[in-house]
């Protein structure tokens, strides 16, 4: 994900969100039927938050120079990842048929 690539998921696709705290890290996993979004950074929970709520318009990674100009307890992305969840291939039908 960068400024030349976006990626935009419907909600009603949304399945969950798991929040992970790894040191002062916290790793946030967004769910939806065809991808999965993880998130490294601090204060995930207000982004988890907005998941729910259905408020959220965009996630970006914040480039290190601009960390500190966030405030104290305000969503920080050090780290975004994009994945297509690969469904297995329908297994073919053996069962004997009269």
């Given at each position: 994900?960068?400024?030349?690539q976006?990626?935009?998921?419907?909600?009603?696709?949304?399945?969950f969100?798991?929040?992970?705290s790894?040191?002062?890290?916290?790793?946030?996993?967004?769910?939806?039927?065809?991808?999965e979004?993880?998130?490294?950074?601090?204060?995930?929970r207000?982004?988890?938050t907005?998941?729910q709520?259905m408020?959220?318009?965009?996630l970006?990674?914040?480039p290190d120079k601009?960390?500190s100009?966030?405030?104290d307890g305000?969503p920080?992305?050090?780290?975004l990842s994009a994945f297509?969840?690969?469904l297995?291939a329908?297994?073919?039908d053996?069962?004997?048929?009269?």
């Amino acid at each position: 994900m960068s400024s030349e690539q976006s990626l935009l998921l419907p909600f009603d696709q949304f399945a969950f969100a798991e929040l992970k705290s790894v040191g002062k890290e916290q790793r946030l996993r967004l769910i939806f039927a065809t991808h999965e979004i993880t998130l490294r950074g601090y204060s995930l929970r207000r982004i988890e938050t907005a998941m729910q709520r259905m408020e959220l318009s965009m996630l970006v990674r914040l480039p290190d120079k601009m960390r500190s100009l966030v405030a104290d307890g305000q969503p920080v992305i050090v780290g975004l990842s994009a994945f297509e969840i690969k469904l297995p291939a329908s297994e073919p039908d053996l069962s004997l048929k009269d």
